[in-house]
């Protein structure tokens, strides 16, 4: 059985599109909420029936859900190794709901629903984790949408919640409004002013973290950060969504900044940098993930500072998603090895550059 | 420059942060901003559990035989996984929960959204027809349809 990605009306990846505000700096914004169905244990306590009855006890509530209607559900339990990765290279389920993550093999019950712009993973860490995925920088509208869904679901589903503590969560740094709100942001710009360092201790100062573009323990890769908020307790979603709000608009000025200065005092010699990412991604033909990643972020800044004119943010994005292994052995319809994976990706880079490359430069 | 929490150790830690629109600067010594919860090094962001797990790793209580009534979870699972079991281990290791709370957020108390659970006949008429839902559906995928339509009955009358 493989997983049919056209069920999903915009394959589940409709961020993809840049038409979010800053978009050129800011990729995505995600809003995720933890919650756990009371009566059961929390799922890596569960056993199997446990598990199963909570997917089903959701799955009833979920038919009657307003923002769910068209959801399409997934069993993670029952799709192959490569329908699941493919799943989450489009960031729409966690790598241990996915059953990849070697510490904690796929479990029975594991499911996802996926509507537009919102997602709900059963028997993920805790019971649920509901999520709101929107372009750009947008945090107030993907509260709006997370905040209905978990209120509508709320009322059909009974959550664990305690008075003192919150909405509870197996993990203690999830407790209380069990809210990360994560912001995906492209700062080449400080990176190269070598301004980064400073820009990432004044955001744990401020109870910010990042991370990778994988969430929780991934590497930084391509410039890419998810910054997020540190701690759930004892602020509401409110005020931690408007920390954020505040630290991150604050990030994105100071990004562009860095890109004018960059622009300004080293103008050649960053237009060269970036015209051989460009030129690398567009004749290479073999290219790891990493080198893909580090390329793409210097087109990327190229098409922010307007050097690049024919290439569409979207086709950016596009390519980070799609050029993924899973992704390409999926394109290619067979597994890959890994120089095949890097040999098809630099082909995959190669014909949707060639594509857009009318007018470039 | 004296630390503005203890004044006796010299600051190191310069603390900028902004309430209601106003501007605060705090200097702190390396040990009260570390009791504030103030991380002073940037290279990789620790995991706030961390710390407190090797802490408590390292002494073993009276408490650790206590089990968890209703998944039978124990402190020492706890500090082995950093994960509770359910949601009554909230009440079964209150104190120590309090204290650990305290130490990740800074906090032990939700400001947030509060919440009530929906009414419990509401609940268990939906557990049931999510449960017949699911056996109709594996009746029709082993073609058992007189169960099948069995089941259906029963699902329109609870609806």
Known sequence: MTVDLSLLPDGGVGWLDASGPHSDIVLSTRIRLARNVEGYAFTRRARDGERLRVLSQVREAVSSVSSLQQAVMYRLDELPPTARALLHERHLVSKELAGLDSQHPLRSGAAVFLADGLGVMVNEEDHLRLQALRSGFSLQEAFAAIDKLDRDLGSRVPYSFHNEFGFLTACPTNVGTGMRGSVLIHLPGLVLTKEIGKVLASLQQMGLTYRGLYGEGSEVVGNFFQISNQTTLGRSEEELLDQLLRVVGHVVEREAEARRVLLRDAGYIIEDKLWRAYGTLRYARSLTFDEAMNYLSGVRLAVGLKLISSLSVYTLNKLLIFSQAAHLAYAEGRGLTESETNLSRARYVRKALEEEAGSVG | ?159
């Not at chain 2, 419990?120 to 008429?125: A, G, I, N, Q, V």
Request: glycine share 6%; proline share 3%.
């Open chain 2, 1 to 159: 420059m004296l630390c503005d929490s203890c004044r006796e150790r010299d600051a190191v830690v310069h603390l900028t942060t902004i309430e209601d629109n106003a501007v605060h600067q705090l200097h702190l010594c390396e040990r009260c901003a570390a009791d504030r919860g103030v991380e002073t090094t940037v290279a990789t962001p620790k995991h706030p559990l961390g710390e407190f797990l090797t802490a408590h790793q390292q002494t073993t209580s009276v408490s650790d035989g206590v089990r968890c009534t209703f998944c039978n979870t124990t402190m020492a699972d706890f500090r082995a996984t950093g994960l509770w079991g359910c949601a009554r281990c909230y009440t079964n290791f209150e104190a120590g929960i309090r204290e650990l709370l305290r130490r990740v957020h800074g906090n032990h108390r939700h400001v947030g959204r509060s919440y009530r659970p929906p009414m419990s006949e509401t609940l268990e008429r939906a557990a049931v027809l999510g449960e017949l839902k699911d056996r109709l559906r594996r009746a029709v995928e082993s073609e058992q349809f007189e169960l099948a339509a069995d089941l259906r009955d029963r699902i329109r009358v609870l609806e």
